[in-house]
């Protein structure tokens, strides 16, 4: 990965936010820690704006600031999203709440799977803290593009945007073969194949069909 360039001596990021996380003209999707649950260095909640949201498989950036570090990001993928109204307890409070009987508001919140921290600091998003989508270079770097040399195109993200694979984890120069995971009703089913094979790539040693070995006999003989 080309290295981050980082501002701390002027008090930036990288990804133009200041060190406490805010960034300049741009609204935040919602907070970091918005549930019960504590924040963790490889997930963590986000609580969302009323007048924002964030979709499966988004991917958000978060930053804070860091004693002797400096400004760490932490990125991720939204993996669930969950809406409910705060101040109900029980189900049936619905009907109360639609009438105007009991108080209560309707909160969104995100789950996010840490995909990338950098530096490479593991500490939770503070509670508060804004979160942001991620675009351009920031999903790059969440995703990992930015370090690959040889990257195909695969599929596009719910956002619009290109899914790359490193080719290299492909080719057999790191690696040889790839898994295929099936979504399946009550679970899923992986499969692997060999990569030489699925892409046509020539395989090195590999024995001729034994066809071909025949013909070429044949040949030879007559």
Known sequence: MVAMRRTQRL??????SSGDGQRRGERPAGGAGGRTEDS?????SVALAPEAYLQLDDVVVTV????????VLTSGIVTQVRARHEGATFGSDVFLINEGV??????EIAEVTTTRVDPECYVPP????????ATG????????FDRMERRVPVGMGR???????????????RGGHVSIKRHLRGGHQDQ?????????????????PRREREGADLQRQG
């Open 126 to 133: 503070r509670p508060g803290v804004p979160v942001h989508r």
């Open 64 to 71: 804070r600031p860091v004693p002797g570090v400096g400004p």
């Open 11 to 16: 008090g930036r990021s990288a990804d133009g």
């Open 159 to 173: 956002d619009g945007e290109p899914i790359y694979v490193n080719l290299e984890f492909l080719d057999g120069t």
């Open 137 to 144: 270079a920031e999903r790059a770097r969440a995703l990992y």
């Open 102 to 107: 009991l108080p209560a508001h309707v909160q």
């Open 192 to 208: 692997f194949c060999a990569l030489p094979a699925l892409l046509d790539l020539p395989q090195r040693g590999a024995r001729q």
């Open 40 to 44: 963790t260095p490889l997930l963590f």
